[in-house]
């Protein structure tokens, strides 16, 4: 069975980050997704992220290559891209042109800032997106720096992961009226959407703006990660009463001044000690001890070790896709299951099967490669 978006067609401005993890969730899904790249273009490593897609290699400042991208969206359900606020316009492939030539197409923009505002036209990068909305300050231990999540935050869940969903909602609201629109993505405003709970935590006085000293943010010693006597860790994250109960009946643990669980003022001292009790086994010691129960407990593993554990292995959740390991496509669909990726296709090789969708013949294409449009 093809996937859930199986039927729609997808125009992807080849970019980095988060408009091409948006690309890939489309196809994963099941998007015909065609990626527009740059001749001689070179894949970067094993880029995961530009996996399921077609590609055509267009030289965008000839005008025969925008022609060719007017003519691919004219005949597609979205596009999506990721450049400055202006360049598609400058480029002629607008929102404006490309609505008023197909009303129905859903045109996607992914940016850092958004599209206006007094910092639109400058660059950055996820670790900027996220400090101005806030959602870095929160980020660290006690008594340190704030500490960028990686790219998870800005680049892939407040923007990559947002800007599918956006594609999506536009796109069924498009089959039903007809009416395309511009999906407006910015990772500043998806990366504070992502903390819309603690807003609501702020606001009723049950967070504090010191960092490492909350509930669920390495303050408490039952939610935390501990380091083992083989130099690994596990994580903890026993909040409930009944949980932390259990945690304290598994480890052993009798001292009186663990009675008080949410006294915020024992969190350190409490901290230490249940450290030094994690420290006297392996990680592999504690699983045996832990696993199956209520404790709310996991080993943390490696990139090497996570498609080998038993929870992981068990639903298939890598894939191995062309000789490398990687994630397989989420979530999981009763009807219509995702297919499994298929490799990312070298730039430019799909061009022929692509252009004569949309009616270039093979004189055409012919034509177009002597002229260094196509690549």
Not at 19 to 36: E, S, T, W
Not at 328 to 347: D, F, G, H, L, V
Request: aromatic fraction near 6%.
């Amino acid at each position: 069975m093809p996937g859930p978006l199986a039927g729609i067609r997808i125009i992807e401005m080849a970019g980095i980050g988060p408009a091409p993890f948006a690309g890939m969730m489309l196809a994963d899904h099941g998007a015909d997704v065609v990626r527009i790249e740059r001749p001689g273009a070179a894949r970067r490593g094993s880029n995961v992220l530009s996996r399921s897609r077609s590609s055509v290699a267009l030289d965008l400042k000839n005008p025969a290559a925008i022609e060719i991208v007017r003519r691919l969206a004219a005949s597609s359900d979205g596009l999506i891209e990721g450049f400055r606020p202006g360049v598609m316009e400058r480029l002629g492939l607008g929102p404006n042109t490309l609505l008023k030539a197909t009303p129905r197409l859903v045109y996607g923009r992914m940016t850092g800032w958004g599209q206006t505002g007094p910092y639109a036209g400058m660059a950055g990068h996820d670790i900027n997106y996220i400090a101005v909305s806030g959602a870095l300050h929160a980020l660290g231990r006690a008594g340190e720096k704030p500490t960028p999540p990686i790219n998870l935050l800005g680049d892939f869940g407040g923007g990559g992961m947002l800007l599918a969903f956006g594609m999506v909602s536009a796109l069924l609201h498009a089959k039903t009226t007809g009416q395309g629109q511009v999906v407006d993505c910015a990772m500043t405003e998806g990366s504070s959407l992502l903390m819309s709970m603690f807003w609501g935590m702020v606001a009723d006085g049950d967070w504090s703006e010191a960092r490492g000293t909350n509930l669920i943010d390495t303050g408490a010693h039952f939610y935390d990660t501990y380091a083992t006597s083989d130099g690994k860790f596990i994580a903890l994250g026993a909040i409930e009463p009944q949980f932390y109960r259990e945690l304290r009946d598994r480890l052993g643990i009798a001292d009186p001044s663990f009675d008080a669980q949410f006294d915020k003022r024992a969190w350190p001292a409490l901290k230490m000690k249940l450290g030094a009790i994690i420290k006297q086994r392996t990680r592999d010691e504690w699983c045996a001890l832990l696993e199956g129960t209520d404790v709310c407990f996991a080993p943390v593993m490696s990139f090497e070790d996570a498609p080998s554990h038993p929870q992981m292995r068990d639903r298939n959740a890598f894939v191995t896709v062309g000789n490398v390991v990687q994630p397989a496509p989420a979530p999981r669909y009763s009807s219509t299951p995702a297919q499994t990726p298929r490799p990312p296709s070298p730039p430019g090789s799909d061009a022929d099967s692509v252009l004569h969708r949309c009616g270039y013949s093979d004189a055409d294409v012919a034509e177009l490669r002597r002229s260094g449009a196509l690549g």
